[in-house]
T-cell receptor
Framework: QKEVEQDPGPLSVPEGAIVSLNCTYS??????FMWYRQYSRKGPELLMY????GNKEDGRFTAQVDKSSKYISLFIRDSQPSDSATYLC????????????FGRGTQLTVWP | DAGVTQSPTHLIKTRGQQVTLRCSPK?????VSWYQQALGQGPQFIFQ???????QRGNFPDRFSGHQFPNYSSELNVNALLLGDSALYLC????????????FGQGTRLTVV
């Protein structure tokens, strides 16, 4: 069993839809949770990170962490075609100095 | 302000050969981490360099080695290439090793034939 599980999709939604992306994890030692966006043939770009449980909002993006369920989510409101990319969740154990553990990514297409 | 730069962007090597990939961190960053991303998979941590030393290492064989120079740039070396080493190799830089603030380069696409 992988430490971080993420449904690879693909996920296809119309422009303006609310998108929900999710990851589960098995190791309760994870403390920091990140979401990255990766366009085709590019490196991952950090969207948001949260520490421990709770919600964090940044514009159209909201990240949620539920440590009791070992479940994290990223919501994208008013999705745009430019949001079409692969979304990767990543986590760190313990301190911020740890290595990143990634999910396999969810491929999202937003069609006009 | 230049971000993380990696070279070359693409590379084709023959099985058994050796390869060196290069990374220049974002200005002001002193830590470099390397990741391997196979097609359709998430990045897998190879190792991290800070103060010219390997500080952390993932589950990769000794064929994978690295180096960090005094200017914080880094090299990833892979010996005795296998077909399974074909992947996108990503470099991430940060300040003081803080992975919550890691910036990634665009990667080097390595194809082993």
């Amino acid at each position: 069993q992988k430490e971080v599980e993420q449904d690879p999709g693909p996920l296809s939604v119309p422009e303006g839809a609310i998108v929900s992306l999710n990851c589960t994890y098995s190791n309760s030692a994870f403390q920091y949770f990140m979401w990255y966006r990766q366009y085709s043939r590019k490196g991952p770009e950090l969207l948001m990170y949260t520490y421990s449980s709770g919600n964090k909002e940044d514009g159209r993006f909201t990240a949620q962490v539920d440590k009791s369920s070992k479940y994290i989510s990223l919501f994208i409101r008013d999705s745009q075609p430019s949001d079409s990319a692969t979304y990767l969740c990543a986590m760190i154990r313990g301190s911020t100095l740890g290595r990143l553990y990634f999910g396999r990514g969810t491929q999202l297409t937003v069609w006009p | 302000d230049a971000g993380v730069t990696q070279s070359p962007t693409h590379l084709i090597k023959t099985r058994g050969q050796q390869v060196t990939l290069r990374c220049s961190p974002k200005s002001g960053h002193d830590t470099v981490s390397w990741y391997q991303q196979a097609l359709g998979q998430g990045p897998q941590f190879i190792f991290q360099y800070y103060e010219e030393e390997e500080r952390q290492r993932g589950n990769f064989p000794d064929r994978f080695s690295g180096h960090q120079f005094p200017n914080y740039s880094s090299e990833l070396n892979v010996n005795a290439l296998l077909l399974g080493d074909s992947a996108l190799y990503l470099c991430a830089s940060s300040l003081g090793g803080r992975s919550t603030e890691a910036f990634f380069g665009q990667g080097t696409r390595l194809t082993v034939v």
